[in-house]
């Protein structure tokens, strides 16, 4: 109930291809869906959300897609480049403010050849 | 722009020591968290504390582990008796106000290492 899954776990992608990273909830309860950024050796950086009210919110070359009946959203990046190679996780949370607790998907190895 | 800073970079200890990571969250942010993420996994949820307590915390978060909030600005993770499979990276996080408006920001972690 509390899994976020996540696909694929890695990806290869030309420069300026499209990247597409899905995942898939269960907990219907959930109704903030953030992806966070991660490169090496750092900590995941918030990248672009989403609430189930809207089925799309872009934010410059990344869109994210949320099909609140399939329980699916799913992260694009446009015109990618090989400053995107970095580990993409999907993530869910509950509204409140003593909220903030996330869980994440397995995360995704994104690399952009140039 | 202020960020979430922690220390120290990485961490190596004995099976069995006492471990204590720190964090500064950003200043004017009132809640705090801690998450893993074990290598080649994904990031889990370990605790969240707010007003000097803790809201809610996951099933890892046992006995072994406390967090403390000891002056107006450290934000501490204890182990008491680290095991092997304690080794992760370990982020501390905060968030201004806890609700879906004010993102958590994590600090670049903690690498700790259980030998």
């Known amino acids: 109930q509390q899994q976020v899954k996540q696909s694929p776990q890695s990806l290869i992608v030309q420069k300026g291809g499209i990247s597409i990273i899905n995942c898939a909830y269960e907990?219907?309860?959930?109704?903030?869906f953030p992806w966070y950024q991660q490169f090496p050796g750092k900590g995941p950086a918030l990248l672009i959300a989403?609430?189930?009210?809207?089925s799309e919110k872009k934010e410059g070359r990344f869109t994210i897609s949320f099909n609140k009946s399939a329980k699916q959203f799913s992260l694009h990046i446009m015109d990618s480049q090989p400053g995107d190679s970095a580990t993409y996780f999907c993530?869910?949370?509950?509204?409140?403010?003593?909220?903030?607790?996330?869980?994440f998907g397995q995360g995704t190895e994104l690399s952009v050849k140039p | 722009e202020p960020e979430v800073t922690q220390t120290p970079s990485h961490q190596v200890t004995q099976m069995g020591q006492e471990v204590i990571l720190r964090c500064v969250p950003i200043?004017?942010?009132?809640?705090f968290y801690w998450y893993r993420q074990i290598l080649g996994q994904k990031v889990e949820f370990l605790v969240s504390f707010y007003n000097n307590e803790i809201s809610e915390k996951s099933e890892i978060f046992d006995d072994q582990f406390s967090v403390e909030r000891p002056d107006g600005s450290n934000f501490t993770l204890k182990i008491r008796s680290t095991k092997l499979e304690d080794s992760a990276m370990y982020f501390c996080a905060s968030s201004r106000t806890g609700s879906n408006n004010s993102p958590l920001h994590f600090g670049n972690g903690t690498r700790l290492t259980v030998t």
């Open positions: 907990n219907t309860a959930f109704d903030y």
């Open positions: 200043s004017n942010h009132l809640y």
């Open positions: 993530a869910a949370g509950t509204a409140g403010n003593q909220g903030g607790k996330l869980i």
């Open positions: 989403i609430r189930p009210d809207v």
